[in-house]
């Protein structure tokens, strides 16, 4: 089970222009234990992308531990500071990115020589009062702070609203406009709520021709199946990536691991028979916070929207997952639900799939001619029996769910294809809130 630096460095990963940005750490390198790294993790980033790390423990054992490891890497852009966290916050006028992994919460687990650092620091063993009041005093300082929309603020050992480091400090967060945007089982990442409300689920279709993807640069959104091939030319991606299509998941697996590998999103949502194929993506899966998550687990786990689902789509799919993003907003982009069922350029395979045998001059169904290429293998759209069916589905999903979790998500959809509308309120694309960039 990893720890939530790694959570933190796959988020830090996701943004552009990070040369000069800062990490704050608070509680430095202790034991050599499995997960007890992440001082070495962000040294190690923080060479790659050029970035500045601020170590800070109120032990200085702890602080000549982290001198060792910068010493080691011949790091020099870095600063080791041995002080209280909340101390330290007082200090500062803005941050980055704040790692928080400080006092020690009370698991009862606690090795001797741990327990024995606390004896000859405060004078008593670790217990949770100081704990949480520790996080809190700190996360009361970040809330003063000066903030830019990419800031996050990540806590190592939480477990849950009241179990683990910030039983006290998550609640005034959350009241400062800060909003969980992912957990594991071991940690929390935040990011504040001003900047990121909403949420943006794009589908392939015909109505985003001319869509500039510069619009999305800064916002959370959701990209589906072979739409990779566009952001790869234009070099913009979203956090979060659907293909539950098996076989346009098998036909394409090497450029899926390819997103996978380089971290191009956070997370891919797939399904599980590609575990039948690809033995690679392996390592990717499994654990609480690994970048793939499978439909069909998903499926199974509590509280969780896709318990209902039995019918789907990828572009369904990516607004039930929004929903799990917990933004106040979706907006959805590009869904048309209206298809060419046979191209030109396509024929009919013996399994009814169908197959591109030859360059597609003038695609129909989707927002860029090379959606599709030679060879690609694909299922028969089906637009009537099967897509309309799933977004009936996922409408009443998401009206259940509002409904469970006392929630009221909006849902919009923007397009002038009109085929959504009696499941989601539709408006044109040109009313999209700052939206000036279609031909």
Known sequence: ??????????????????????????????????????????????????????????????????????????????????????????????????????????????????????????????????????????VQELCKKKIDKHSLICFDDIISESIGKGVTAIPYLNSNGWNVIEKTAQAWIFNHNDNNSEIFVLGNGR???????????????????????????????????????????????????????????ANFILCKSVLEYCDEIKEYCGADDSPVKFLQDLQKTPLNPFRYLVDWCSGSVSVLWAYLCKKDKINILGMDCKYVEAIPECIQLNDNTLKIIEPVKDNPNYFFDSYQQVGDIYNVPNANSVHKMSWFHIRNICILYNILQQKNIEVTNYNSVKTLEEFFETKDLKDLKDYDFMN
Not at 207 to 219: A, R, W
């Open 1 to 138: 089970m990893s720890h939530g630096h790694s959570l933190l460095i796959n988020h830090i990963l996701l943004q552009e222009n990070l040369k000069g940005k800062t990490i704050i750490e608070i509680g430095s390198v202790r034991e050599d234990l499995h997960g007890q790294n992440s001082t070495e993790s962000f040294i190690k980033l923080c060479l790659e992308k050029d970035m500045k790390l601020i170590s800070v423990d109120m032990d200085i054992k702890c602080s000549d531990n982290a001198k060792k490891l910068f010493d080691k890497y011949n790091f020099t852009n870095g600063e080791i500071i041995t002080k209280k966290g909340e101390d330290y916050f007082k200090e500062i006028n803005s941050f980055d990115f704040i790692y928080l992994d400080g006092y020690d919460y009370d698991h009862k687990k606690h090795a001797e020589n741990r327990q024995h650092s606390y004896q000859r620091e405060f004078g008593k063993e670790i217990n949770n009062d100081d704990c949480w009041n520790s996080h809190l005093l700190m």
């Open 207 to 265: 109505s985003l021709k001319g869509f500039d993807f510069n619009y999305l640069k800064d916002k959370e959104w959701v990209g589906t199946t072979l739409a990779y091939r566009y952001w790869n030319e234009v070099n913009i991606y979203p956090q979060h990536y659907v293909n539950v299509d098996s076989v346009v998941i098998k036909k394409n697996i090497d450029d899926i691991m390819y997103l996978i590998k380089n971290k191009k999103c």
